[in-house]
């Protein structure tokens, strides 16, 4: 058997990256980087090295972070040391709002995250309403058509605007206005 590499057309060279030196990856154990003296340690074949290094400007804010990994990179005849540091988090805004100018001006309230989040948990909730009335109207569906025989017609009372004509308060008059009467007769027609 052939390997994927061997197999190739007459007189085609296969082309693959070659590299001649692959970056190794320092880590705290490997690497220390001293920022205030801009110096490196590195551990190597050869034992550990002390090597200075230059500090680009626009990356001295970085400065002072402590250091996760470092690769050295050789690259077009120069040495590039390329160090992922982790950095505090940033300050958070003094106030919340959705808007927010350049200005780092703030508008909103911030108790509107508090009813989102309600509003949240009681739509997930409505959810769960809702497929548990809509698992309740197969089943009745079901237990409604099984013992008619085939060919019988089912009749279903007109319940539309029975809110109206309902004279029942506090949690008996929820019970029936919060039924779906529409659905349950939409699942006896399809049922066999």
Known sequence: MRSACSRRKKGRKLSRPQATVCPPRCNHH?????????????????????IPFLLPEHYAKYAGGRPLTADLIHRKGKWYLQVAVELPD????????????????F?????????????????????????????????????????????????????????????????EARRVHSWSFAQLRGFLEYKP
């Not at 940033?90 to 001006?105: I, K």
Request: hydrophobic content about 35%.
């Open 90 to 105: 940033p300050p958070a805004p003094p106030e919340y709002g959705p808007a927010v100018t350049s200005g780092n001006r």
């Open 30 to 50: 490997t690497a220390t980087v001293r920022w205030d003296t801009r110096e490196v340690r590195l551990s190597t074949a050869a034992g550990r090295m002390t």
């Open 107 to 171: 508008f909103g309230r911030r108790q509107w995250r508090g009813v989102e989040a309600r509003y949240f948990r009681l739509r997930r909730l409505a959810g769960k309403v809702n497929r548990l009335r809509r698992t309740c109207g197969h089943v009745l569906s079901r237990r409604i058509a099984e013992p008619v025989d085939s060919g019988t017609v089912i009749v279903v009372e007109n319940l539309t605007h029975i809110w109206a004509r309902v004279k029942r308060r506090g949690r």
